[in-house]
C-alpha cells in the first residue's frame, strides 16, 4: 500500500529524520511463517497516533543479515480497526500543534472517529488525505 521501492525508502527515512509520528513501542504477536522467508504478524503500537491499534503486516526476512532477522515488509490494514483510538490520538497529535484551534481539532478527530476502516487505512497506509481535508472543510 503507498509508495514502493526508491520513493518508499525515501520517505521513511526522511521521517525518521523528523521524528515525525514515531512510536514509543511496538508489541509484535501471532507471528506466521507465510512462506519461506515471509511471515505474517499482528503489530500493537504505543505512543504515536496508532496508539491502540492492532495492524497487519507482512514481514521479510533479512538475507544479508545474521538467519532469522526480520524487517517489516508492508502494513497490510488494521487488524483490530479502533475509530475512537485513531480520533482520540490524533486529537491529542493536533492539540499538540502551535496554534492549534481545539474546536477544530475536536470536530476533525471526531470526524476521522467517523470513518469506515476502508477510509482510515487509506489515510494512514497510503497518506491519502482526501477523507481528512472532506472532514476539515465542514469544520
Known sequence: ???TGEAAL??????????DDQAES?????V??????????IAEVEGSP???QAIAVALKEEE???????KLDEFMGFANY????????LEELLNEEEGADPTKVECVA????????????????????EGLEEILAGC
Open 1 to 3: 500500500m503507498g509508495e
Open 26 to 30: 511496538v508489541t509484535v504477536t501471532n
Open 50 to 52: 496508532l496508539s491502540g
Open 110 to 129: 471526531e470526524g476521522v472517529e467517523g470513518m469506515s476502516e476502508e477510509e482510515a487505512e487509506a489515510m494512514v497506509f497510503e497518506k491519502n488525505e
Open 10 to 19: 525515501k520517505t521513511c527515512e526522511q521521517e525518521v529524520e523528523e521524528g
Open 32 to 41: 506466521e511463517i507465510v512462506e519461506e522467508g515471509t511471515a505474517a504478524a
Open 82 to 89: 479502533d475509530a475512537a483510538a485513531l480520533g482520540g490520538a
Open 64 to 70: 544479508e543479515e545474521e538467519e532469522g532477522s526480520w
